[in-house]
């Protein structure tokens, strides 16, 4: 994707979006008695680079999924995408979200050290053409990093990228309570 093409205002409105639901929405992971102090989430910069135009493979079924409160739960599948991160070559589990949606839960080297422990979850824009574009760039923290009472899933096992994708939310510049 040539930066001419990339629409870094929407990236940035659906960022403040987000901010105003974490901060003020009734059904925001953040603890209601640190809404008041919370700042918005942290985010590394906008970056091209990290957006990705990957092969789509339709496929039904369920996976099980780790969760971050030690459970496990089956997923719906939707399919897999394939992307090439670094030269390196992934192959992607694709989840369904509920809403008609699709998302990738991931892991990648920057978890425990700039990005959530746990991975996180990056939704993905299937086409007609058998295509799929992953931005990384859009990549959000699940509930359970802003509060250890949800149970969140985990990256299924595959869903991990070796290099670090340093694009989307981070973890939190300080904590919460």
């Not at 209601?32 to 039904?60: I, K, N, Q, W």
């Amino acid at each position: 994707m040539s930066p001419s093409e990339y629409d870094r205002g929407a990236l940035l409105a659906e960022r403040a979006d987000r901010d105003e639901f974490l901060s003020d929405h009734y059904a925001s992971p953040i603890p209601e008695d640190a809404r008041a102090t919370f700042g918005g989430a942290t985010y590394y910069d906008p970056d091209e680079r990290f957006v990705f135009a990957g092969s789509f493979s339709p496929a039904t079924g369920t996976v099980r999924v780790p969760s971050s409160s030690g459970s496990e739960s089956r997923y719906r599948t939707v399919g897999s995408v394939q992307v090439s991160v670094d030269g390196r070559p992934y192959t992607l589990t694709v989840l369904d979200d509920g809403d008609g949606g699709a998302f990738v839960p991931f892991g990648d080297a920057t978890n425990g050290r700039g990005t959530y422990g746990g991975g996180r979850y990056v939704a993905i824009e299937i086409h007609d053409n058998g295509t799929a574009t992953v931005d990384f760039n859009r990549a959000v923290n699940p509930y359970c990093a802003y509060d250890e009472e949800y149970s969140c899933p985990l990256p299924p096992p595959g869903n991990t990228i070796a290099v670090p994708v340093e694009a989307g939310e981070r973890i939190l510049r300080e904590p919460l309570v």
